[in-house]
T-cell receptor, first 112, second 111 residues
Framework: GQQLNQSPQSMFIQEGEDVSMNCTSS?????WLWYKQDPGEGPVLLIA?????ELTSNGRLTAQFGITRKDSFLNISASIPSDVGIYFC????????????FGQGTRLTINP | EAGVTQSPTHLIKTRGQQVTLRCSPI?????VYWYQQALGLGLQFLLW???????NRGNFPPRFSGRQFPNYSSELNVNALELEDSALYLC??????????FGSGTRLTVV
């Protein structure tokens, strides 16, 4: 089925470092979303992107909707311990299936 | 405003049994989505309900089914449980096509 390729799969960083992760697809999406999931919880929406080229920030988080509509990235600046978790990208196509397709996730671990 | 609520939070069943999971969407949201997240894996789309109708289903066998009630709450039913059905089952709701809001999930363990 439709898949998003999310990388890296895992990251081990020091507190205070910046983080960058991205998602690519062979298909075009109309919407890109970034979620964070803590253990035992459901994913929580961080940033939503609705237009190609759009750059959106939410505090220390910045995400961009790629011009080709086939990719997106998420940056986290000055990481803190509570940033630990799994980050998922998700793409949505308005036509047809209308389901949210998720990347495989990026597991972020922060060393204090 | 209450978020998406799911029940139960945890469930243990034996192989071959049947299970029903429940989801209440955010007030005003008409669409409900079900996802399966096996341990350490990503989210796999199961079902989408909107206005009481099943609109789309993922690549899962027919023993996974569900329904949406007039108040937009939803049930996910899984028959003839198998060990590999052990997972976190997540429900999400949306007022349209944007920004799904997820519940905390139901952790199902099949033994």
């Amino acid at each position: 089925g439709q898949q998003l390729n999310q990388s890296p799969q895992s990251m081990f960083i020091q507190e205070g470092e910046d983080v960058s992760m991205n998602c690519t697809s062979s298909s075009i999406f109309n919407t890109w979303l970034w979620y964070k999931q803590d253990p035992g919880e459901g994913p929580v929406l961080l940033i939503a992107l609705y237009k190609a080229g759009e750059l959106t920030s939410n505090g220390r988080l910045t995400a961009q909707f790629g011009i080709t509509r086939k990719d997106s990235f998420l940056n986290i600046s000055a990481s803190i311990p509570s940033d630990v978790g799994i980050y998922f990208c998700a793409g949505l196509r308005i036509q047809g299936a209308q389901k949210l397709v998720f990347g495989q996730g990026t597991r972020l671990t922060i060393n204090p | 405003e209450a978020g998406v609520t799911q029940s139960p939070t945890h469930l243990i069943k034996t192989r071959g049994q049947q299970v029903t999971l429940r989801c209440s969407p955010i007030s005003g949201h008409t669409s409900v989505y079900w996802y399966q997240q096996a341990l350490g894996l990503g989210l796999q789309f199961l079902l989408w309900y909107d206005e009481g109708e099943e609109r789309n289903r993922g690549n899962f066998p027919p023993r996974f089914s569900g329904r949406q009630f007039p108040n937009y709450s939803s049930e996910l039913n899984v028959n003839a449980l198998e060990l590999e059905d052990s997972a976190l089952y997540l429900c999400a709701s949306s007022p349209s096509n944007y920004g799904y809001t997820f519940g905390s999930g139901t952790r199902l363990t099949v033994v």
